[in-house]
C-alpha cells in the first residue's frame, strides 16, 4: 500500500520550537563573541523598570535593540532619537515566545548626528530665523469656543479622548473632525490641507491637531514645512497635541499653544461648565449684596437730610445768623489789620535805618513800600466788604422773612403749623400772626372760599 503525500509531507514537517531552536543556536554560531554596529536612534522608550527599548535604522533596514536596566549606567552617551551611534552588542537574540529578533547592548558611543536629526535641526533654525516661533504672534485662546475643530486620524484613541473630555467638561459644545492621516507618505499635505479647510468654517473657534506617541519617524509629518507654514497661517488659534509629554514637533513650536496630549488639549480648548455657574452664582451674589448696601446708604442719607430739611425757615435763619456773625469778625480782623501792619513796617523801617549805613538812600523806598502796602491792604478791605454786602443782599433776597417787608404775614396755630389753606381753619380757632415788625395774636371770625387780596371784608379789615 502507498503512503499519502500529505502524510509523508506532514512527518518531515520542522516543528516551531525545533525551528526557533535552530535559528538560536544558528546566531549563536555566528555570533560567539561581542562586536560593533553603527545606526541611527529611533523609537526610544523607557520602561518603568528603567530598560531602554529603541531601534538601530539605516535607510530600508533596522533592528530592535534592548539596554538592561543595570547596563544603562555605563553607557558613555545617553541615546536619543536621531542620533547616530556606534553600538557594542553583547548578544543577538531570537526570542521564541514573540518571534522577534532583537540585540543586547552594554556600550554605545556616539558618531555624530543622524539624517533625521540633521534635517529637523535645519527646519527648525530656517523655521526661526522667520519668526514663526517667536512668542509675539501667538495669540490667545477663546474663552467659550462654540466649535472645535480637531485635525486627526478618522479612528483611534486620540478623537475618543478628545470628545469624551469636552462631553465631560462643557457637553453642548461642538465638535468639528477633519480626518487626515498623521503618519505615513502624503500625511503633511494631507494634515495641512486640513487645517487649510477648518479655517473655511466660520463656526470654528479654535483647532486641536493631534495624534499619538511614536518614534521620531512616526511622527515626522509633524516636522514638515507644509504642516508648520499651514499652522503660521491659521486665522483659528492652534493647539498642538503631538505624541506624548516627552515628544516634540516642530508643529509644537509654532502653534499658539502646545499640550502635553490630546485629553490636556480638549482641556485648555473649553472650561467647566459646572465652574463657570458656579463662579456666576457667586458674582450674582455679590451684586445683590453691593446693591443693597447701596440702597441702604442712600436710604439712612436721605433721613439724616428730612432732619435738616423738615423745617427750612428756621434753617434760613440759623445760616444768616452764622454768616452775620462770621461777617462781624471778618471786619473786626479787616479793620484790625492796617495798625497792626503800620507797626509791623514801622519797626521794619526803624530796624533797616539802624543796620543800613546810608538811610536817606532807602528811606524813600521804605516809606514808598509802605505806602503801597497801606493802599493794598485798603482796597482788599473794600473788595471784602463789597463782596459781604453781596452775599448778604443775595441772603436777604433768599430769605423767606424778606416776603414780609412786603406786607405779608406768616400765619401759624396755636401748635407752631404753618396755615396754608383757608379751608384748613375753623371759625373762632386762634392764630399767630407773624409780621415784617413784631407779632399779634388773632382769631378767624369768617372764612371765604376764594378772596381777592384786593378786596375788604363786611367790617373794613382785610383778611
Not at 469778625?329 to 501792619?341: E, H, I, S, V, Y
Not at 497801606?374 to 482788599?380: A, N, R, V, W, Y
Given at each position: 500500500m502507498g503512503t499519502d503525500p500529505s502524510t509523508r509531507d506532514r512527518r518531515r514537517a520542522v516543528s516551531i520550537r525545533r525551528f526557533v531552536t535552530r535559528i538560536q543556536?544558528?546566531?549563536?554560531?555566528?555570533?560567539?563573541?561581542?562586536?560593533?554596529?553603527?545606526?541611527?536612534?529611533?523609537g526610544l522608550s523607557t520602561s518603568p523598570q528603567g530598560h531602554l527599548y529603541f531601534s538601530l535604522k539605516e535607510e530600508k533596514a533596522q533592528v530592535s535593540v534592548v539596554?538592561?536596566?543595570?547596563?544603562?549606567?555605563?553607557?558613555?552617551?545617553?541615546?536619543?532619537?536621531?542620533?547616530?551611534?556606534?553600538?557594542?552588542?553583547?548578544k543577538v537574540d531570537f526570542y521564541g515566545p514573540s518571534g522577534r529578533l532583537s540585540l543586547h547592548l552594554d556600550g554605545l558611543e556616539a558618531c555624530g548626528e543622524g539624517q533625521i536629526a540633521r534635517q529637523l535641526e535645519a527646519n527648525r533654525k530656517k523655521f526661526q530665523a522667520e519668526g514663526l516661533f517667536a512668542e509675539a504672534r501667538k495669540r490667545a485662546l477663546p474663552f467659550l469656543p462654540r466649535t472645535i475643530g480637531v485635525v486627526t486620524a478618522r479612528q483611534g484613541?486620540?478623537?475618543?479622548?478628545?470628545?469624551?473630555?469636552?462631553?465631560?467638561?462643557?457637553?453642548?459644545?461642538?465638535?468639528?473632525?477633519?480626518?487626515?492621516?498623521?503618519?505615513?507618505?502624503?500625511?503633511?499635505?494631507?494634515?495641512?490641507?486640513?487645517?487649510?479647510?477648518?479655517?473655511?468654517?466660520?463656526?470654528?473657534?479654535?483647532?486641536?491637531?493631534?495624534?499619538?506617541?511614536?518614534?521620531?519617524?512616526?511622527?515626522?509629518?509633524?516636522?514638515?514645512e507644509a504642516v508648520v507654514r499651514a499652522i503660521a497661517r491659521s486665522e483659528i488659534p492652534v493647539i498642538s497635541a503631538v505624541g506624548h509629554e516627552s515628544d516634540w514637533s516642530l508643529a509644537d513650536a509654532v502653534a499658539d499653544v502646545r499640550a502635553a496630549t490630546p485629553t490636556a488639549a480638549?482641556?485648555?480648548?473649553?472650561?467647566?461648565?459646572?465652574?463657570?455657574?458656579?463662579?456666576?452664582?457667586?458674582?450674582?451674589?455679590?451684586?445683590?449684596?453691593?446693591?443693597?448696601?447701596?440702597?441702604e446708604k442712600r436710604r439712612r442719607f436721605l433721613e439724616r437730610a428730612a432732619v435738616v430739611l423738615r423745617d427750612p425757615e428756621r434753617l434760613v435763619v440759623e445760616r444768616r445768623s452764622q454768616l452775620g456773625g462770621v461777617a462781624g469778625?471778618?471786619?473786626?480782623?479787616?479793620?484790625?489789620?492796617?495798625?497792626?501792619?503800620r507797626r509791623d513796617l514801622e519797626l521794619f523801617g526803624r530796624m533797616l535805618r539802624e543796620r543800613l549805613p546810608r538811610p536817606e538812600v532807602h528811606g524813600h523806598r521804605l516809606d514808598d513800600?509802605?505806602?503801597?502796602?497801606?493802599?493794598?491792604?485798603?482796597?482788599?478791605?473794600?473788595?471784602e466788604g463789597t463782596r459781604l454786602a453781596s452775599l448778604g443782599a443775595q441772603l436777604d433776597a433768599l430769605s423767606p422773612l424778606a416776603v414780609l417787608d412786603r406786607g405779608f404775614a406768616l400765619a401759624r396755630r396755636s401748635d407752631g403749623s404753618i396755615v396754608r389753606e383757608a379751608a384748613s381753619l375753623k371759625p373762632s380757632e386762634s392764630l399767630h400772626l407773624r409780621l415784617a415788625q413784631g407779632a399779634v395774636s388773632a382769631r378767624v371770625e369768617k372764612i371765604f372760599d376764594t378772596v381777592d387780596v384786593d378786596e375788604e371784608n363786611d367790617d373794613g379789615k382785610e383778611i
Open positions: 543556536v544558528g546566531l549563536e554560531e555566528s555570533f560567539p563573541g561581542k562586536f560593533w554596529i553603527e545606526g541611527e536612534v529611533s539596554v538592561w536596566a543595570s547596563r544603562v549606567s555605563g553607557l558613555a552617551v545617553k541615546p536619543a532619537d536621531g542620533m547616530a551611534v556606534v553600538a557594542r552588542v553583547a484613541a486620540v478623537i475618543h479622548d478628545i470628545r469624551r473630555t469636552i462631553e465631560l467638561r462643557f457637553p453642548e459644545r461642538r465638535i468639528l473632525l477633519r480626518p487626515a492621516r498623521v503618519q505615513g507618505p502624503g500625511a503633511a499635505r494631507d494634515i495641512a490641507e486640513a487645517i487649510d479647510d477648518l479655517n473655511q468654517q466660520p463656526e470654528v473657534d479654535v483647532l486641536i491637531i493631534g495624534r499619538g506617541g511614536g518614534s521620531v519617524e512616526d511622527l515626522w509629518a509633524f516636522n514638515e480638549a482641556q485648555m480648548a473649553v472650561p467647566i461648565r459646572v465652574e463657570l455657574e458656579n463662579e456666576v452664582a457667586q458674582l450674582a451674589r455679590r451684586l445683590d449684596t453691593a446693591v443693597a448696601a447701596g440702597l469778625r471778618l471786619r473786626g480782623a479787616l479793620l484790625a489789620l492796617t495798625p497792626a501792619r513800600l509802605s505806602r503801597r502796602m497801606l493802599q493794598s491792604i485798603s482796597k482788599q478791605t473794600d473788595r
